[in-house]
């Protein structure tokens, strides 16, 4: 089985242009690899406009493709407008927001500060309210269809989760908002979707979800049905899919890539996979004997 082999067809996202908020690492920088490897332009954007530059010289060399690096920090809104205004300076419009760049860290929420809280709200919740405000209002207004915006939120997004507490509470936002918008603005011709991931190793959720002195004690490989974590390519095809034509039907929707990894938390019976195949006949006659109690 193949499922790191590129799924959509060489010029699939010629034409396009896409903004991708925290496009220099992780699962931004991969997601950008490939729509450009589909002949997109890509915005990358982030606060660190020296590891931007550097991943936009990779990435032009790698794919021939155009990239624009740009330094915006999602959390301000004259940052936001800036960034947006130098991309359609230079390719002339933008066809899709992915609202991609986050924070998080794990803590028990009693230790947090205001702040603390307030830091993740602000990247996560605000800063895709102050992207997506500000492309679908000059969508709008310049009456430019065929848009749509990516979210990547998370399978906490509707479960919750301890220890992430605003990183959950911001991501639940950011569902509400995609589908919201999602029926709001289609009469514009914009579709809003989002992603929600399981396990993707990236240096960035690691070294915050994982941190080295835990990293053995925590192997995320095993609470996945699949029994392995996410490649990124595998997110990669289904984020070009969801930006593409071929996904013009889609709108609303959460996509869960995570291997089966929620469902199996959520199962009330899931925990007798550990019930070994041999005690199964014992049970079954045990079962069974009580059938006219
Ligand atoms: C408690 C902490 C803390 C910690 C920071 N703070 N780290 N509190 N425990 N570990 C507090 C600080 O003391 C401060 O509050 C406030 O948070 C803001 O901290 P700063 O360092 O000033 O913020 P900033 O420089 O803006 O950095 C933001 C950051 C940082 C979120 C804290 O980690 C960052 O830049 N992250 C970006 C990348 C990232 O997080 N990637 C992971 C995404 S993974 P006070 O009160 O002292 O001022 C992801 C995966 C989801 O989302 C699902 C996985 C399965
Ligand atoms: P990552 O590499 O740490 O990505 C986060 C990105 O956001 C970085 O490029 C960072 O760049 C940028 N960023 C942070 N704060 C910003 C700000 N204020 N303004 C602009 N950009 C900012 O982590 P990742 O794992 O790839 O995460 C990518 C997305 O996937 C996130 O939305 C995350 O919640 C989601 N996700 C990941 C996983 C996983 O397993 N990896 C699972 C579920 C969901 P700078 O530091 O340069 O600003």
Known sequence: ??????????????????????????????????????????????????????????????????????????????????????????????????NNAAGNFISPTERLSANAFDTIIDIVLKGTKNCTLTFGKHWIDTKQTNTSVLNIVTTYAWTGSAYVVP???????????????????????????????????????????????IRDKFDLAKKVPLKRVGEHQELSNLAAYLVSDFSAYMNGEVITIDGGEWLKGAGQMNLLEQIPETLWDQLEAAIRSKKRN
């Open 167 to 213: 990183s959950a509470t911001a991501k639940a936002g950011v569902l509400a908002m995609t589908r919201s918008l999602a029926v709001e603005w289609a009469k514009y011709g914009m579709r809003f979707n989002a992603i929600a991931p399981g396990p993707f190793p990236t240096k960035g959720a690691w070294d915050r979800l994982l941190p080295e002195d």
């Open 1 to 98: 089985m193949n499922y790191t082999a590129k799924m959509l067809r060489n010029d699939a996202l010629k034409g396009k242009t896409i903004v991708v908020t925290g496009g220099g690492s992780g699962l931004g920088k991969s997601m950008t690899t490939y729509f450009m490897e589909l002949g997109a332009n890509v915005i990358i954007t982030s606060r660190n406009i020296e590891k931007l530059e550097r991943v936009k010289t990779e990435l032009e060399t790698k794919t021939g493709s155009k990239c624009l690096a740009l330094a915006c920090d999602v959390r301000n809104i004259e940052e936001v407008e800036a960034m947006h205004e130098k991309a359609i300076k230079t390719f002339g419009k933008v066809d899709v927001l992915l």
